[in-house]
């Protein structure tokens, strides 16, 4: 069966520092994979998408990126966190004919 | 780009029905689903409709699909405390593509 792992579930980084948090996916093969953002309070903001390995699509400018080094794994990133980037990010994966299967979630406070 | 509108918020009593309505825009999307988020945590599938149906019972849920107007709703009979949550509709078109709509915080009285 499939699962999907996203980790760390908080996280408490200084302003300027870097970020990555990670995301796998187990049982399925060339998912579709998403990161979304949802800050306090407020809706689902698609952050990036990847239809394949080193295929990322950008929703919003932003201070982030995306990664795929491998079928299965998507990576969030930033070289310089600002205050702004606080909020809860969510990873998710799809299929055609399939639900969409959602992370945990990591809550991320930039101090 | 797919549209997926909902209202913010949504107050009823317990034991009262709710009903939590969503709109979309791409008339291509396949499936359509209701996820429910309880406080900090991720998001949990409630229920999904394929496209070419009109309803969908699920014991308190119901999903009504009016494609023509692209409108969907989400019935929840005998809302409990326990329903208290954020309900967001999603879409997914015919490339595979999800969207979400901004959420709608549901607020069960006692």
């Known amino acids: 069966s499939q699962t999907i792992h996203q980790w760390p579930a908080t996280l408490v980084q200084p302003v300027g520092s870097p970020l990555s948090l990670e995301c796998t996916v187990e049982g399925t093969s060339n998912p579709n994979l998403y990161w979304y953002r949802q800050a306090a309070g407020r809706g689902l903001q698609l952050l990036f998408y990847?239809?394949?390995?080193?295929?990322i699509s950008s929703e919003v400018p932003q201070n982030l990126s995306a990664s795929r080094p491998q079928d299965r794994q998507f990576i969030l990133s930033s070289k310089k966190l600002l205050l702004s980037d606080s909020g809860f990010y969510l990873c998710a994966w799809s299929e055609v004919g399939t639900e969409a299967f959602f992370g945990q979630g990591t809550r991320l406070t930039v101090v | 780009g797919e549209d997926v509108e909902q209202s913010l918020f949504l107050s009823v009593r317990e034991g009262d029905s709710s009903v939590i309505n969503c709109t979309y825009t791409d008339s291509s999307s396949t499936y359509l689903y209701w996820y429910k988020q309880e406080p900090g945590a991720g998001l949990q599938l409630l229920t999904y409709?394929?496209?070419?149906?009109d309803m969908k019972q699920d014991q308190r849920l119901t999903v009504l699909l009016n494609k023509k107007d692209k409108h969907l709703s989400l019935r929840i009979a005998d809302t409990q405390t326990g329903d208290s949550a954020i309900y967001f509709c999603?879409?997914?078109?015919?490339?595979?593509?999800?969207?979400f709509g901004g959420g709608t915080r549901l607020m069960v009285k006692p």
């Open positions: 990847s239809v394949g390995i080193g295929q």
């Open positions: 409709i394929f496209s070419n149906m």
């Open positions: 999603a879409a997914k078109n015919a490339g595979n593509m999800l969207t």
